[in-house]
């Protein structure tokens, strides 16, 4: 299993979120009062709300009463079920993988704008800048955003954050073309444009990720959600280990 829904955070409207109390439970409700500003209020629980109403569908029991924890690095995790899940976003997107192996996803926005080679001179190595330099300013905004978010969800699947360090996970010369490198355990990772966005996956699960939308709506006053299915190309990214055969997946 290995499926991805993306949620338009415009959703968050007063008459959803005034249901929070019948999906997030009191130690949730508590922190989220302690947001002063309320735009990062409205989505954070818009969020906590998403999340919990889908693990729910998928496990069939009640959102408010779902024990998610974290791990000592603050990766969350769902206690007694077997069921893997990250979560990310980027502006007006969610993004949560469901898997039945690990997994990490990151979405973020493309910015042609943004001055990319600057923040990649900070972060990404001498190969992963001359890739980039080779490029047009469109190109190189996407395949700049491409890249970080793989090496975050490879870190968001160890369970480490970017302070375990973006060269965790290179792109690195292979005779005439580029491949990602890692020295960490074998995985796979996949990589999609959504809109103006950019969704990366790394999983040890081996199956090809189903791609959803997740509509939120009310059902007789109880907040739920509708899956839609979307026909999504998945760009696979061929990948080397330094200590490991990628045959061992």
């Given amino acids: 299993m290995l499926d991805v829904y993306v949620v338009d955070r415009r959703q968050y409207d007063a008459c959803y979120l005034k249901r929070q109390d019948q999906v997030l439970p009191d130690e949730e409700l508590l922190l989220l009062t302690r947001l002063r500003d309320e735009r990062s209020r409205i989505l954070a629980t818009g969020d906590r709300m998403a999340l919990r109403i889908l693990l729910s569908m998928n496990i069939f029991a009640s959102p408010k009463r779902l024990s998610i924890q974290r791990e000592a690095a603050g990766k969350p995790y769902l206690e007694g079920a077997q069921l893997h899940f990250n979560i990310s976003h980027s502006e007006n997107l969610l993004a949560i993988a469901l898997s039945s192996a690990p997994v990490g996803v990151d979405v973020e926005k493309i910015?042609?704008?943004r001055e990319v080679l600057?923040?990649?001179?900070t972060a990404f190595s001498e190969d992963e800048i001359g890739w980039l330099e080779s490029m047009s300013l469109m190109h190189r905004a996407r395949k700049f955003t491409e890249l970080w978010s793989l090496k975050e969800a490879h870190l968001k699947r160890?369970?480490?954050?970017?302070?375990?360090?973006?060269?965790?996970?290179?792109r690195v010369r292979s005779g005439q073309r580029f491949i990602l490198e890692s020295s960490d355990a074998p995985a796979n990772y996949l990589s999609t444009v959504y809109g103006k966005y950019s969704l990366a996956l790394s999983t040890t699960c081996s199956q090809l990720p189903r791609l959803y939308r997740l509509i939120l709506t009310t059902e007789r006053e109880i907040p739920a959600a509708i899956q839609?299915?979307?026909s999504q190309?998945?760009?696979?990214?061929?990948i080397r280990y330094d200590r490991y055969a990628k045959g061992a997946l």
């Fill in 111 to 113: 910015d042609p704008s």
């Fill in 118 to 121: 600057e923040i990649a001179r």
């Fill in 158 to 170: 160890l369970g480490v954050g970017i302070a375990g360090g973006l060269t965790r996970l290179k």
């Fill in 228 to 230: 839609i299915p979307l």
């Fill in 233 to 238: 190309p998945w760009c696979d990214h061929d």
